[in-house]
């Protein structure tokens, strides 16, 4: 063989082996990526608070797991116990029997922070958040189970916003472990910042029996602890509000955050064309009409980030987004562009914290 | 022995470029397999765990194509797998969440008909995790 | 023709040749021991194997058993001056070697020419990191590591085994001397150095 001839072969022979090992090498790396959550990941999924839970918690301890997701339901249901408004012997149901007593009613420490922290976000927004909207909210039915929504008595929405109490309705004694509420004030409902408390709380819960990473989530309300299976972060979609099985993007950047999500697109009904959400405005007694179609708020605590959406959401896409911005937390609102939300086309408008954390992709991303 | 007589090897065979493409080769092959099993799921056939209230009422098979109705706390509601995916059809609640969260159809994906306390979630098998997300806010 | 003195002379000069051989030859895979592992890798525990290139030319040209000597020699001093003696990565290393090393003089002896430099090299590399791999598994109780790296293991055997083969190779032709160990000409008619 001579000189070039011998080259040549080398060449060849050389090229089919780097192609062979790259060929390998290729597979590999895509096995190897999901062979990076070489933790074991457990999962468990409950009924709680009327609604589901989802505990993910990534964890060598198998047992250890187990007690977390059994000390979470335990303390879902003793907290829906506190705050179901449709049961009458919750502690939130006699709170509301006591309204116009002349003694302040003892409370639980539970029912002291929340309450605590639902009037101090009232404060900050001006009101656009509400917790004395139960009679409105049995009123509009979203919240039972048994019959579906229709549009109640406009004369009896009228009576009832306009009887909201305004801030001295509620009265926070000794600390707050005592409650007195004066006659004229609307009943207590705190439906979905309890569900926030919830998710709270279960952190803190898997926390404290020395889980590291875990993520919660209580009917879309999401709390997490430590980072994914990535290594790095939790991966949370934001779901589209008018595809399914579509989302608008992926936060996976902020560690130990809470996210919650308020929008038109799960509790609603359509009547005429027009669509009546359970996020009402506690202005007008209906449900809010500033054209928002979804927030999504991540904050320090799930209670906070789901009142701040629904305060965000009743006010607007502009005002919304600068009530979250002049609160330091990051916040999205998308919104219908012509006001319309049923044909309009969809913008969004976020703080800027949120935008280095997500770029909302309008179209929608596709889940699977 | 003091005198060997030293013959030099040749460096590369025929028996070696067989020997080289034969590993390689088969390694690439066995990985590729794993690799298209695992995207496509067939290293275990899908699996539907649906349950109401702490119960599993029933567990499906998701290579079949089945509709399943079940009795949940106020009716009925009915689960149709088709195609590997799963969604739920008329639902006896007011609002109509779980049928209008769509269709399920990686494994950890669960959807809830929560006033009837029934849930249905995928298990084993199928490409795992829903894109690589963990969880959604909603 | 060999009177007893010639016959002396020439059994210390084998003597000698060898023991000049085994110690030039090791010296020679220790530099390369710390060339290899001084650089930079993908994955820094599968090694290029750059000595292994003076143990397979030995085992060619000078038979198994000085190239035993000079294989096992350097793993040893080349733990001993990485502080390694009697560690786990002693161990993994001594292992890795024995096995590579008995696979490829079992390849020489009976094998060869089939089987080119090429080969022996892979199969020996290949050999040595999975040794290491089975043992770090059996180390950690995990057998999971094997799934997870075995492509790695086989790329990296063909990668770097192709390479010592062919550095092997030229190495025995451009220094035969070294790989067979007749580093003193021989004076007398019989004996020849190819």
Redesign the interface.
């Known amino acids: 063989m001579n000189v070039t001839a011998r080259w040549k072969t080398?060449l060849i022979?050389v090229l089919?082996?780097v192609l062979?090992?790259a060929?390998?090498k290729v597979?590999?790396k895509?096995?190897l990526r999901?062979g990076e959550n070489s933790v074991a990941s457990y999962?468990f999924?409950?009924?709680a608070m009327?609604?589901?839970l989802?505990v993910?918690v990534r964890t060598d301890d198998k047992s250890l797991a187990e007690k977390g997701a059994e000390l979470a339901s335990a303390e879902l249901h003793r907290i829906h116990k506190i705050f179901d408004p449709n049961d009458t012997e919750s502690e939130i149901s006699s709170l509301n029997r006591s309204r116009g007593s002349e003694s302040a009613i003892s409370v639980s420490p539970d029912m002291a922070r929340l309450l605590g922290e639902a009037l101090r976000i009232r404060n900050i927004s001006r009101g656009n958040f509400e917790p004395t909207l139960g009679e409105l909210i049995r009123l509009w039915?979203?919240s039972?189970?048994?019959?579906?929504?229709e549009i109640p008595d406009p004369l009896r929405i009228a009576v009832l916003a306009d009887s909201l109490g305004g801030a001295g309705g509620i009265e926070l004694i000794d600390g707050a472990s005592s409650v007195r509420i004066a006659a004229q004030t609307g009943a207590l409902d705190v439906g979905g910042i309890a569900k926030g408390y919830g998710v709270d709380r279960v952190v803190d819960v898997l926390a404290g029996i020395g889980i590291k990473n875990a993520?919660v989530?209580l009917?879309?309300?999401?709390g997490v602890l430590g980072v994914?299976?990535?290594g790095r972060s939790?991966?949370?979609?934001?779901?589209h509000p008018r595809k399914?099985?579509c989302?608008l993007g992926?936060?996976d950047q902020v560690e130990g955050m809470f996210?919650?999500?308020s929008?038109d697109?799960?509790?609603?009904?359509l009547e005429k064309g027009r669509r009546y959400h359970h996020i009402l405005d506690p202005a007008t007694g209906y449900p809010a009409g500033r054209g928002t179609v979804s927030v999504?708020v991540i904050a320090s605590s799930c209670l906070v980030a789901d009142a701040l959406a629904t305060a965000a959401f009743v006010m607007g896409p502009e005002q919304g987004i600068r009530l979250l911005e002049s609160l330091g937390v990051h916040g999205l609102v998308v919104y219908a562009q012509d006001g319309d939300t049923e044909s309009g086309r969809l913008a969004y408008n976020a703080t800027r914290g949120f935008l280095q954390i997500m770029k909302p992709e309008l179209e929608g991303l596709?889940?699977? | 022995?003091?005198?060997?007589?030293?013959?030099?090897?040749?460096?590369?065979?025929f028996?070696?470029?067989v020997?080289?493409?034969a590993?390689?080769?088969a390694?690439?092959a066995f990985?590729?397999f794993?690799?298209w099993q695992?995207r496509f799921g067939l290293t275990e056939p899908g699996r539907l765990v649906v349950q109401t209230?702490?119960r599993v009422v029933a567990q499906l098979d998701l290579s079949r194509d089945t509709t399943l109705s079940v009795e949940g706390?106020?009716g009925e509601v009915t689960i149709v797998v088709s195609s590997h995916r799963v969604s739920f059809v008329n639902a006896a609640?007011?609002?109509k969440?779980c049928e209008?969260?769509?269709?399920?159809?990686?494994r950890?994906e669960?959807i809830?008909c929560?006033?009837n306390?029934v849930?249905a979630?995928i298990a084993g098998g199928g490409p795992?995790?829903?894109?690589?997300?963990?969880?959604?806010?909603? | 023709m060999n009177n007893i003195s010639e016959q002396r002379a020439?059994d210390v000069r084998?003597r000698i040749e060898k023991l000049s051989l085994v110690a030039v030859a090791t010296v020679f895979e220790l530099v390369l021991f710390v060339l290899d592992s001084a650089i930079p890798k993908p994955i820094p525990w599968i090694k290029i194997g750059l000595a292994n290139i003076v143990t397979l030319a030995l085992l060619?040209?000078?038979?198994w058993r000085a190239a035993a000597a000079v294989h096992f020699l350097r793993i040893l001093l080349g733990a001993v001056f990485r502080g390694g003696l009697f560690t786990p990565f002693f161990l993994l290393s001594f292992s890795g070697g024995a096995v590579s090393f008995l696979v490829m003089a079992a390849v020489?002896r009976w094998?060869?020419?089939?089987?080119?430099?090429?080969?022996?090299s892979?199969?020996g590399a290949?050999a040595h990191n999975f040794t290491q791999l089975i043992l770090v598994a059996i180390a950690l109780s995990d057998i999971t590591v094997i799934e997870l790296l075995?492509?790695a293991v086989?790329f990296f055997s063909?990668l770097y085994g192709?390479f010592s083969?062919?550095s092997s190779?030229h190495f025995?032709?451009r220094v035969?001397q070294l790989?067979?160990g007749r580093l003193i000409p021989a004076r007398t008619k019989?004996?020849?150095?190819?």
């Open positions: 080398r022979l089919i082996l062979i090992a060929g390998i597979l590999g895509r096995y999901t999962f999924d409950n009924f009327g609604t589901v989802t993910k039915g979203f039972n189970n048994s019959h579906r929504p993520l989530n009917g879309g309300e999401i994914g299976s990535n939790w991966r949370i979609g934001v779901q399914q099985n989302h992926v936060i996210i919650a999500t929008g697109y799960e509790r609603f009904f999504t596709p889940i699977n | 022995m003091r005198q060997r007589r030293f013959r030099l090897p040749r460096l590369f065979t028996a070696d470029l020997l080289l493409l590993v390689g080769g390694s690439f990985y590729g794993r690799f695992d209230g702490e706390v106020l609640c007011p609002l969440i209008k969260t769509g269709e399920i159809s990686r950890g669960i809830v929560a006033p306390k849930l979630k795992d995790d829903s894109g690589g997300l963990d969880g959604i806010s909603r | 020439e084998y060619v040209g000078a038979g020489v094998a060869v020419p089939f089987v080119g430099f090429v080969g022996i892979f199969l290949l075995w492509p086989i063909l192709c083969g062919y190779y025995c032709r035969p790989a067979t019989a004996a020849s150095s190819a």
